[in-house]
Antibody
């Protein structure tokens, strides 16, 4: 059974870079059968997709965040990571990592999620 | 980007009621529509993928339908454990979510 676990600082200062890691177990991150994604949810608001990565290193980002986001993968550690630069209070949110199934005929869905980690941007 | 609009934003229903949540896309997304259940402090859970496919382990009282721009999530007989927020998501292009529908039990 796949498990995902987010980790990283819970407090980041404004203008600094938010860095999170998602550790994947129960499935080989190198299998190539999935994409790996980051999503966030500010308090009291809806879900926002941040971006995704494939084991090849190919990435896609939310256009609204693209200039500040970098997602990378370390297959040797079965981890993928998120960096979000120049953060402001608006980036305060619960951050989730998720596995993305890429089926045929436009069938793409997020079937497994981490528990989420709260990141607060504050001085 | 494709905007997803859910209705209603919240609803209150009794145990055993049939509940319907709507989701409308700003342009056609064919069948690339998923539904998630979200409880406070918990990770979202996939319920329905690609419009109408029930994810493994999800009770059969949940079902999905639609195509193009209009989609529906139906709970055939509401149970106490269904109290949660429900989100639609399109994956036709860069994924976007609806704003959510909060379901409460009377």
């Amino acid at each position: 059974q796949v498990q995902l676990q987010e980790s990283g600082p819970g407090l980041v200062k404004p203008s600094q870079t938010l860095s999170l890691t998602c550790s994947v177990s129960g499935v080989s991150i190198s299998s190539g059968d999935y994409y790996w994604s980051w999503i966030r949810q500010p308090a009291g608001k809806g879900l926002e997709w941040i971006g995704r990565i494939y084991i090849s290193g190919n990435t896609n980002y939310n256009p609204s965040l693209k200039s500040r986001v970098t997602i990378s993968v370390d297959t040797s550690k079965s981890q993928f990571s998120l960096e979000l630069s120049s953060v402001t209070a608006a980036d305060t949110a619960v951050y989730y990592c998720a596995r993305v199934v890429w089926g045929g005929l436009g069938s793409i869905y997020f079937d497994s999620w981490g528990q989420g980690t709260l990141v607060t941007v504050s001085s | 980007d494709i905007q997803m609009t859910q209705s209603p934003s919240s609803l209150s229903a009794s145990v055993g009621d049939r509940v319907t949540i709507s989701c409308r896309a700003s342009q056609s997304i064919r069948s690339s529509l998923n539904w998630y259940q979200k409880k406070p402090g918990k990770a979202p859970k996939l319920l329905i993928y690609t419009t109408s496919n029930l994810h493994t382990g999800v009770p059969s009282r949940f079902s999905g339908s639609g195509s193009g721009t209009d989609f529906t999530l139906t709970i055939s007989s509401l149970q106490p454990e269904d109290s949660a927020s429900y989100y639609c998501q399109q994956t036709y292009s860069a994924p976007t979510f609806g704003q959510g529908t909060k379901v409460e039990i009377k």
